[in-house]
């Protein structure tokens, strides 16, 4: 089993800056990828950016060149850093770690954000 704790969110202005994380204890050195996915109201969960334990990323086209997703090894710990935010950014944004041996996937509790216009 995996845990997962999200920190960060928040409520700021349109263009400001959130750093988001994710704190993983248990059975971490079976997780193969990291990631933060959001749900706003009324809306599908949507990925928004994936870190692999190589360290590859991916992006939703929507963040690209404004958020940017990273990890510490050392602390088990990954990171959302997300700059130029918009109104449209406001969700519900949760951490994910999966294995990628049965597509096992871990959630975290989820921590709020919101950007006011």
């Known amino acids: 089993q995996v845990q997962l704790v999200e920190s960060g969110g928040g409520l700021v202005q349109a263009g400001g800056s959130l750093k988001l994380s994710c704190a993983a204890s248990g059975s971490i050195s079976s997780i193969n990828r990291m990631g933060w996915y959001r749900q706003a109201p009324g809306k599908q969960r949507e990925l928004v950016a994936t870190?692999?334990?190589?360290?590859?990323?991916n992006y939703a086209d929507s963040v690209k060149g404004r958020f940017t997703i990273s990890r510490d090894n050392a602390k088990n710990t990954a990171y959302l850093q997300m700059n130029s935010l918009k109104p449209e950014d406001t969700a519900v944004y949760y951490c994910n770690a999966r294995r990628f041996v049965a597509l096992v996937d871990y959630w975290g509790q989820g921590t709020q954000v919101t950007v006011s216009s």
């Open positions: 870190i692999t334990s190589g360290s590859s990323t």
